[in-house]
């Protein structure tokens, strides 16, 4: 069965560094999205890619963060200058269509993300 | 914004018994999915539901959507130490949206 695969699965960086987290969605999905998840809190929305251009943003997502699909394959999340509280599981997910015309969104098993 | 509130937060059973975690939305749903993590691991999706009144099954996990589509169930029958992990329900308004996540229940399934 497709799914989502993430690369990383565990990234240790020294603050200020920038990292660069890597995700293949599955192959025929068109809508791609970046979550995260701080140590023992909720599962949060960060940007939501479409038609190769960001959809929709949360507050977190601020100016250190970009996105990317440099190809037909990868989507990539990219944090410029890391801070401590970047420390967190970042999850990729995309959406379909799916075979039964659902918009359900497919996690990735995350990358973790610490930062020094 | 919308607010997922689930209960309870964490839950021990003993193999071989029933439970069941529920999910309320301060607004009427669109979508309401239900998805389970492992501990440090990825979010599997169980299943989604959308319209009112809705039922689903997969094994031994059913989920449903109340009439006015601001409650969710999810029951398990007869747990095994499989069924052990984070389960979290989602919210999006469709249209391929972000999804909200509830506070997740963490259970544990003694053997």
């Known amino acids: 069965e497709p799914e989502v695969t993430q690369t990383p699965s565990h990234q240790v960086t020294q603050m200020g560094q920038e990292v660069i987290l890597r995700c293949v969605p599955i192959?025929?999905?068109?809508?791609f999205y970046w979550y995260r998840q701080i140590l023992g809190q909720k599962v949060e929305f960060l940007v939501s890619f479409y038609n190769n251009e960001i959809s929709e943003k949360s507050e977190i997502f601020d100016d250190q963060f970009s996105v990317e699909r440099p190809d037909g394959s990868n989507f990539t999340l990219k944090i410029r200058s890391t801070k401590l509280e970047d420390s967190a599981m970042y999850f990729c997910a995309s959406s379909g269509p799916d075979r039964e015309g659902e918009d359900t969104q497919y996690f990735g098993p995350g990358t973790r993300l610490t930062v020094l | 914004s919308q607010e997922l509130e689930q209960s309870p937060q964490s839950l021990i059973v003993q193999e071989g018994k029933n439970l069941t975690i529920n999910c309320t939305s301060s607004?009427?749903?669109?979508?309401l999915y239900w998805y389970k993590q492992k501990y440090g691991e990825g979010l599997i999706f169980l299943m989604m539901?959308?319209?009112?009144?809705e039922e689903k099954s997969h094994e031994k996990i059913t989920a449903k959507l109340d009439e006015k589509k601001q409650q969710s169930s999810l029951h398990i029958t007869a747990s095994q130490p499989s069924h052990a992990g984070i389960y979290l329900c989602?919210?999006?308004?469709?249209?391929?949206?972000?999804?909200?996540f509830g506070t997740g229940t963490k259970l544990q399934v003694i053997p």
């Open positions: 989602g919210a999006d308004k469709g249209g391929y949206q972000k999804v909200t």
């Open positions: 192959s025929n999905h068109l809508y």
């Open positions: 539901l959308q319209k009112g009144g």
């Open positions: 607004k009427t749903l669109y979508g």
